[in-house]
């Protein structure tokens, strides 16, 4: 009877042990559960498509790009007064055209041949950039090397260089660009930045709603036509705190 007294404790206390150990482990998996990750998605059976979003480089994605603009398509870097260095548009002169302006004008402006110019200000009127304002929604599609880029005008550039747009202006170019990007891509992969996230905002909407807009906006395209095999929405890691992924990953699975 002394030897079961002395024992018993002793298996009780490493049950406890095990019980502790396993709510321990249980919490641990929840927590890293409600971490948000760097990357999530869904894929979408009918039709075969797949969405994702990440945090990361637009420009180190081995895709077709989306890069935004201007109803006049400005491209000059210079002073910073006209197109911000820290934009996605100057990255898109430094990192796939060297930094080389001239090559990149000639690329838009061919891309543009077919596109009316809706309005012509005057120098007097807008004396710094660009002058031929092309209708919003317009895509100027642009082959360089082995990727396509779809230079998409979703905001106004007003003659005092402030760029400004609106939920249906980057409604209506979403859908556009879809079109472009259904006709000229081949289905092949393609990624997109947060449009309207920086200087052109778009209204009161955050970085989070844009990303659900695109999204809802690319989602609702691909179930009438195909647009392409996987879609990207590339998060800067700066914006990174702004866009909780799990929501975004409830909405995915919403659609």
């Known amino acids: 009877m002394q030897l079961i007294l002395t024992v018993r404790p002793v298996a009780e206390l490493q049950g406890v042990r095990t019980i502790v150990g396993m709510v321990a482990l249980s919490c641990l998996w929840a927590l890293m559960?409600?971490?948000?990750?760097?990357?999530?998605?869904?894929?979408?059976?009918?039709?075969?498509?797949s969405v994702t979003v990440k945090v990361g480089d637009l420009f180190s994605e081995q895709s077709d790009l989306i890069i935004g603009f201007t109803d006049v398509f400005d491209?000059?870097?210079e002073g910073g007064d006209i197109i911000s260095p820290r934009s996605v548009q100057a990255q898109f002169l430094q990192r796939v055209f060297r930094g080389d302006i001239s090559a990149l004008d000639a690329a838009l402006e061919a891309a543009l041949s077919?596109?009316?110019?809706?309005?012509?200000?005057?120098?007097?009127?807008?004396?710094?950039?660009k002058r031929d304002r092309h209708p919003l929604g317009t895509?100027?599609?642009?082959?360089?090397?082995?990727?396509?880029?779809?230079?998409?005008?979703?905001?106004?550039?007003?003659?005092?260089?402030?760029a400004q747009s609106s939920v249906d202006r980057l409604w209506q170019s979403l859908g556009n660009v879809w079109t472009a990007v259904a006709s000229r891509g081949h289905l092949e992969p393609v990624a997109i930045p947060i449009l309207g996230s920086d200087l052109a905002r778009v209204g009161s909407?955050?970085?989070?709603?844009?990303?659900?807009?695109?999204?809802?906006?690319?989602?609702?395209?691909?179930?009438?036509?195909?647009?392409?095999?996987?879609?990207?929405?590339?998060?800067?890691?700066?914006?990174?705190?702004?866009?909780?992924?799990?929501?975004v990953q409830a909405f995915l699975g919403s659609l």
């Open 33 to 49: 559960r409600c971490i948000p990750r760097g990357s999530i998605g869904r894929h979408f059976k009918q039709p075969d498509f």
């Open 75 to 77: 491209t000059s870097t």
């Open 114 to 129: 077919g596109s009316p110019v809706c309005e012509s200000e005057s120098e007097m009127s807008k004396p710094k950039g």
């Open 139 to 162: 895509v100027a599609v642009i082959d360089n090397g082995s990727f396509r880029y779809y230079c998409v005008a979703y905001s106004r550039m007003s003659n005092e260089l402030i």
């Open 205 to 247: 909407l955050g970085r989070e709603s844009l990303v659900k807009m695109i999204i809802l906006s690319f989602v609702a395209r691909s179930r009438v036509s195909l647009v392409s095999r996987k879609l990207t929405v590339v998060v800067h890691p700066a914006d990174a705190d702004e866009v909780n992924l799990s929501e």
